[in-house]
């Protein structure tokens, strides 16, 4: 007889498929975006079980590495998400995903946001990128998908990932863990809606 654990454990890996890439190196050490130079400051993996789900590095300037500073606007940042999973996603955003990233969102790039998701493969790579001036750049595969010209959608980013309501407390204390270790801004953990 199967333990109950292993039982549920077997059935998900039934269910989920074959699982997908494990997590390899990360990614570039160095981004060039508009607002310059960032450097990986952190980096992380989310996984279910024994499965990799993603991969979430965090970019900043190299002299800026306080994480009291990430929810400020003035300040340069990007997100880059690599997909490990190769199985199916949920057809839909998962919906502590949705709470943060649609509302700062315009209706149709809602719906980009939406198409994306349901589209997204193992080895897909998303950037999240915020250059003052600039706005918030949203690319697959370093194509552009959904450009603000605020920084609304990076404060969902923000919260989603190292909000004091991340998603995964894990990732987020691994995400921060070579970031000076002050207090993300309460002011990062809910965007504005879009207007």
Known sequence: M?????????????TLGAGGREAAAAGPAELAVAGGPLVRAGEAVRRLLWIDLYRVELY????????RELGRPGLAKAFRVEMLFGGELPETIPEEWAEKLLPPLAPADQETLKVTYAGLESGDELLFSFAPGR???????GRPRITTGDHRFMAGILALFVGPDAASPSMRRDLLAEVAPRAVPPATARPAPAR
Do not use: F, Q, W, Y
């Open 135 to 141: 706005g918030t750049l949203m690319e697959v595969n």
């Open 2 to 14: 199967l333990l109950p654990g292993l039982a549920l454990a077997l059935l998900l890996g039934a």
């Open 60 to 67: 900043l300037p190299p002299a800026r590495r306080e994480s």
